[in-house]
C-alpha cells in the first residue's frame, strides 16, 4: 500500500476534477481516477477515419474567462464553428426543432389539434411535475405527439415523478405569442443557437485542461473505493491518501456508498444511455442536418447525430443514442441490428449502405431524475459534507442537469470560495 499526503485530494479527472485542479499551486494536489485515462464524458475514439465522442458534446462557451482560457490553448484552426440545423422525425416527415413552435410544418388537421389544445390548455400553472408542467405550458397535442414521448424515451422513467424544472434553462420553452409568431418568420433561435466542435473531438477541450497538470499529480488506474470522513483518508485497492480537503465529482450516488451513512439512494434516480457511433461507406442524403429527435416510440433512439456534417466529412459517422432505466439490461448486438433497421426505415440510410466501422459505450448515469426529494437529499448530503471539508461538485457530483461549461464555472467557483 502507498501513502500519499495532499492538501486537496480530487476525485475523478473528468471537465470538473481537472478544471479545479487548473487553479490549484502544482504541489497542492492529488487526482485520483478510476480509469487509465482523464476526461470522464467528454473523450473521444478514433476509428479508422472516424471521430467519435462519448455521445453528442457540443460546445457553447458563453464567459469570457472560460473562453480566453480555452483560446489561449487551443488553435482557432482546431475548432468549426456552426450554426446548429436540428431536426424532429415526426410521422415520416422532418420537422424544424423545437417542434413546439414549429407545429405549422405538420399537417393541417395536426396544426389545428395543436393550436387548438394550446389555447384551451389550464392556465393555472403551479406545475407540480415535468408532464403536468408540459400540458400546461403547450396543451395536450403538442405534449402527446412530441413532448412527452420524446422524454420518456431519454429519461425512460414515468414525467410525473420529475420536477417541473427538472431541465432549467436547457428546456425550450415557447408562449403562445412566440408560436404564432414562428408562423409568420421562422425564428428558432435558442441559447446555443452556433456551437463550437474540435476537429479533432471534444476531447481537445480535455487536452487543453490537462495541458498545465503535471502527470504525476494524475494517478490514473486509482478507484477510490473507501473514504474515511473523520480521518480525512481516501483509499484505492493499493493506495492511501491523506487529504485536507476532498473535491469530489464522481456521481453522487456511488460517492456516497464510500462512507457510512444512512441515505435513502432511492431518491438519486437516473437514466443510462447507451451510445452507438458508426461509421459507414458512403453520406446520406441529410446533408445539412447536424442531429435529429426521434420521439416515435417503435424507433430504438431517441437522438442521432451526424458527425460528418459538422466535420464535413465524405461518410456518414453517426452517433446513435438508447435512453435506458438504470437497472435496466443491455443488448448491444440487439440495439445495433435494430438501429439499422430503423436507420433504414427513416431513410438516413438504405440497402447499399456498408457499417464499416464502430463503436459502443454505456453512459451511467447520463440523465439525473431531478424531484424535490432528490433536491432535498443533494442539499443535505452537501451541508452534511462541506462539515467534513468534502464539497461535491460537477455534473453527477452535484447530481444535476448542467453543460461542461457549468462544470467548469463550478470549479472555479469552489475554488474561489475555498482558496481565497
Ligand atoms: C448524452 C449526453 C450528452 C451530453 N452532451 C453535452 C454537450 O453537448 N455539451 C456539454 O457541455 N455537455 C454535455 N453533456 C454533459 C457533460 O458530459 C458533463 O456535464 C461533463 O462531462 C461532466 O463532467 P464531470 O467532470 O463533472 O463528470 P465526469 O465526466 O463523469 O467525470 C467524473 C470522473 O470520475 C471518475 N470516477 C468515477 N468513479 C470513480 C471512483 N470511484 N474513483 C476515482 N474516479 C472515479 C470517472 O472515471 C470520470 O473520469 C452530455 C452528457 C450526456 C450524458
Sequence with gaps: MSIYYTKYLILGAGCSGLAFANHLDKSEYIIMEKDDTGGGYCRTFKKDNYIWDYAGHFFHFATPYWKNFFKSRIDADELVTIKKYTKVYYKNQLIDYPFQK??????????????????????????????????KRFGK????????PYNEKLYACNLKNLDADAMGRFFPYADLTEIINNMKKSDNNSYNDFFMYPKNGAEVFVQALMKDLPRKQLLYNQECRKIDLKGRVAYSENLEVHYEKLVNTIPLKYFINLFDNNYDRKDLSCNKVLVLNMGFDKKSHFKDIHWIYYPDKNINFYRIGFYDNILNQPYLSLYVEIGYREDES???????????????????????????????????????????????????????????????????????????????????????????
Design 330 to 420: 443491455i443488448n448491444v448486438d440487439n440495439q445495433i441490428y435494430l438501429t439499422l433497421q430503423n436507420l433504414k426505415r427513416v431513410g438516413v440510410i438504405d440497402e447499399d449502405f456498408h457499417l464499416m466501422a464502430y463503436n459502443t459505450c454505456i453512459m451511467k448515469p447520463a440523465y439525473v431524475h431531478i424531484s424535490e426529494q432528490s433536491r432535498n437529499l443533494v442539499d443535505e448530503i452537501k451541508n452534511f459534507l462541506a462539515e467534513q471539508n468534502v464539497y461535491t461538485i460537477g455534473r453527477y457530483g452535484g447530481w444535476k442537469y448542467c453543460s461542461i461549461e457549468d462544470c467548469l464555472i463550478e470549479a472555479k467557483d469552489l475554488y474561489d470560495r475555498m482558496c481565497n
Design 141 to 148: 397535442s403538442i405534449s402527446n405527439k412530441f413532448l412527452i
Design 102 to 135: 414549429n407545429i405549422h410544418q405538420l399537417s393541417k388537421e395536426e396544426l389545428i389539434d395543436c393550436l387548438y389544445d394550446l389555447c384551451n390548455r389550464d392556465l393555472i400553472l403551479n406545475e407540480k411535475n415535468f408532464e403536468e408542467m408540459l400540458y
